[in-house]
C-alpha cells in the first residue's frame, strides 16, 4: 500500500466524537457557561446518554489535590480510566493486520517516552529461573490530564486544564515467567503510601519524600515516580510501565462491537447533586460501546456502595469481557479504522524508555495474548480504612501476602502446577569448602539501609562451619531473602544452608544466571543472626487471599451489584 493513498485514506474516515444532538442532549441552555448537560439538577430525556461528572469533571466533591470535601475519603472520581486497555490492544491489533514498516516508524514517533523510574531504589529484575525464563510486570496507569481539547470535553473542568494530572487509575500487571497465567492488582487511588524522593527528569526538580495518596505520586516527577512508590510498596520490581491520558476506550468499544457487561438491577449513576457519570442501564446483560463505555468504567455512585472499590470491580468485569470478546474472533478489518484506532492509541500513551517502539508493543502485545483467559485473575489490594475513614491503607497480612504471590511469581488464582524441583535434596559438598556468596539486599528508598547485614550473616554462617562463605559489597534491595544455586546438583547444599539460617525452602531457587551459591539477605531480615519466624509458621501461600476480592477471566456470570439509591 502506497503511502500517499494511506493518508487519504485516513483523512477521510477521521473519527470523531458524536455532538449533542445526535446524542438527544439539549446543551442550549449550557452553552454558554461550558457546562455538560448533567450539570446539578439536569434530567435526561429518557433512554438517552449523558456525560460523566459534574460541571468540573468531578463526581464526588473531591478538591484537586485529591482529597474529598467533607472528611469522608474520596473514593472515586469522575476521569478518563482504562484507556489503556483498549490503546495497547489497538496497536497490536495494527501490527496484526500487516501494516508496513514505515507506518511503525510513524506510529513511534507519536508515542511520548519518560525514564522508567525517578526512585533511588535499587530493586533489580528477579533471576531467571532454571529454564532461563523470568515473569514481566507491566505498571498500567490512567491519568486525568486536561492537555488535549478532547480531554477536557470528556472530562470537564476546564479551569483544572493546568493542573499536574494525577493517576486516578493504577493497575499491576504480572505475567508469569512461563507465560501460563496472568494476574492483575488494582490499587485503591486514595491509599495512603510512603512516595520515594524522585527528580524530575524534565526540569530537575526534586520531590522530596513525603506521605499521601498513591494518585499523588504522579505529580512527584511523572509516571517513573509511581512506579518507583509501587515497588517500594509491593518489593515488586516493574518492567515497564504505560500511561494513558486519553478517550481510547470509545473507539475500541464500537470497534469491536461492544464490551458486554451486566448489572443485577436497573440503574441510573445520577443524583439531584450532580454526582454520577450519568450510566443508564436495564437489568441484564448489554453491550456497551462509545460514551456508554466510558460511562461504565467511570461510575462510581451506583455500585455496590458507592466507592471506587466497586468501580475497580466493574473496569476488572469489563477488562475480562473485552478479552474474551478478542479471543473469541472479534475482528477489526477496515483499514482505515485500523489506522484512526493506532494514532490515537500511539498519540495516547506515555511508555517507559525500555518500551518505546510499536514493535516492542507488539511484541509485549504476543506475550499478553499467550495467556489463557481462564488464568487470568483480577483483583483488589486488601485495604482498610485509616483514621476517621479519610484514605485507606494497605490491610494487614492480607496485603502483604498478595505482594508476596506476585514476587515469587505464584499466580492469584492458585491453579498453578505443584512441580518438585531437581536435584538431590542431600548436600554433597563438605561445609568447609562451600562456596557462598552473601549480599546486602536492605537498600529501601523509605527505611534506608540496614548496613553490615552482609557480614553479620557471613560470619554466623562462618560460626556455622561454612568457611568459605564470603560478601559481596555491593548493596542492593530486595523485598525476600533468596539463596540461588546454578544448576539442580547444588540443591541439596543450598537446601543445608538454607535449612541451618532458618529459611524456608520457598526461599531456595534455581537460576540459569547464576554462576555460583549467592544469598541475597532482604528487607525481611533487616536485623539478627538468624532468619525471623513467621507468622503463618514458614508456609507461602498459593493464592490471592478472600479480602482480594479475585475475579477470573472467564467469569461469564459476573454482574455488578448496583446500589439501591441509585435504581429506578
Sequence with gaps: MRQSSVRGDRSRRRRRQPDAQELGWDDSLYEDKGLPPDAPGWTPPEGSAVPAGDGAGNDDGADAGGHRKGGRPRKGKGRKVLR????????????????????????????????????????????????????LNILLLGSDGRNSKKNIELGGARQDADRKPLADVQMLVHVSADRSS??????????????????????GAVYPQTTGAINQSLQHGGPGCTLATWQELTGVYIDHFMMVDFSGVVDMADAIGGVPVCVDNNVYSHDSKGHGSGLRLTKGTHPVKGVQALQWLRTRYGFEDNTDIGRAKAQHMYMNSMVRQLKKGTKLTNPGQLRDLAEAATKALTVDDGLDTVKKLYDLGGDLSRVPTKRITMVTMPWVYGPGEAYVLPKPGDADATFALLRNDTALDGKDRKKKPAGDPKASTPKDQLEVVVQNGTNSTVSGPASGRAKVVQQQLANLGYGAASTNSVLTSQ???????????????????????????????????????????????????????????????????????????EDTKACMKVNPQYSF
Aim: aromatic content about 6%.
Design 84 to 135: 489503556w486497555t483498549a490503546l495497547t490492544v489497538a496497536v497490536v491489533l495494527v501490527g496484526a493486520a500487516g501494516a508496513g514498516y514505515w507506518y511503525y516508524e510513524h506510529l513511534n514517533a507519536n508515542l511520548r517516552k519518560a525514564p522508567r523510574s525517578l526512585g533511588g531504589n535499587g530493586l533489580k529484575k528477579p533471576d531467571p529461573n532454571a529454564f532461563g525464563q523470568t515473569p
Design 182 to 203: 496472568m494476574s492483575v492488582l488494582s490499587i485503591p487511588r486514595d491509599t495512603r503510601v510512603t512516595i520515594p524522593k524522585c527528580t524530575d527528569p524534565k526540569n
Design 479 to 553: 523485598a525476600d531473602t533468596t539463596l540461588t544455586y546454578h544448576d539442580a546438583a547444588r540443591r541439596g547444599d543450598a537446601l543445608a544452608v538454607a535449612k541451618a539460617l532458618g529459611l524456608p525452602k520457598s526461599a531456595v531457587r534455581e537460576s540459569s544466571s547464576a554462576t555460583g551459591m549467592r544469598l541475597v539477605v532482604g528487607n525481611d531480615w533487616r536485623s539478627g543472626t538468624a532468619y525471623p519466624k513467621q507468622q503463618d509458621g514458614g508456609k507461602t501461600a498459593d493464592k490471592a487471599p478472600d479480602s482480594a476480592d479475585a475475579l477470573n477471566g
